[in-house]
């Protein structure tokens, strides 16, 4: 009888990462970038949801560039501007679902962003969870152009009183 014994060894990928700020409508943003070890690598731009960019996100952002993917987790309130109740999280994101144009030009600044990292975020990926799927969804109801835009259970705004 023989035995086998397999390892498996993971190490992990060598990514860096960085505060990377934008302004939009003279309000800095304050996005987080996390940078695969590969040239070119694709880029994804990654959107909160109502709770605005958290350790959360930068978890997620750092768990995709260690899989090869140039990540920007976008902010969608203001640099600073962190919700810390049911109410501030409504009124967030509420003044975005009733302002498109507003939600479109902070996206266009987190793509700048973005971009100016060395990316191309036309050949990217936009994906947001909950509110980020919202936002998704409206970069592409936008018309621009990207390889794919993933929302994951979104909600559309019509009035939170009724929540």
């Given at each position: 009888m023989s035995l086998m014994a397999?390892?498996?060894s993971q190490t992990a990928a060598a990514i860096t990462t960085k505060n990377v700020t934008y302004t939009v409508d003279d309000q800095a943003y304050e996005g987080y970038y996390s940078k695969a070890d590969k040239a070119n690598a694709p880029f994804i731009l990654l959107i909160h949801d109502w709770d605005?960019?958290?350790d959360y996100e930068r978890k997620r952002a750092d768990?995709?560039?260690a899989e090869g993917y140039n990540v920007?987790?976008?902010d969608m309130f203001g640099q600073g501007i962190r919700p810390t109740s049911i109410e501030e999280n409504k009124r967030l994101t509420g003044e975005l679902y009733d302002d498109r144009n507003k939600m479109r030009r902070?996206?266009?600044g987190a793509l700048t962003a973005g971009q100016l990292q060395g990316n191309d975020v036309r050949k990217g990926t936009t994906m947001g969870y909950c509110f980020g799927g919202t936002v998704a969804l409206e970069l592409a109801r936008s018309g621009f152009e990207?390889?794919?835009f993933v929302p994951s259970r979104c909600l559309r705004y019509s009035n939170w009183s009724k929540l």
């Open positions: 397999l390892t498996f605005g960019l958290t768990m995709l560039a920007l987790a976008a902070i996206l266009a990207q390889k794919a």
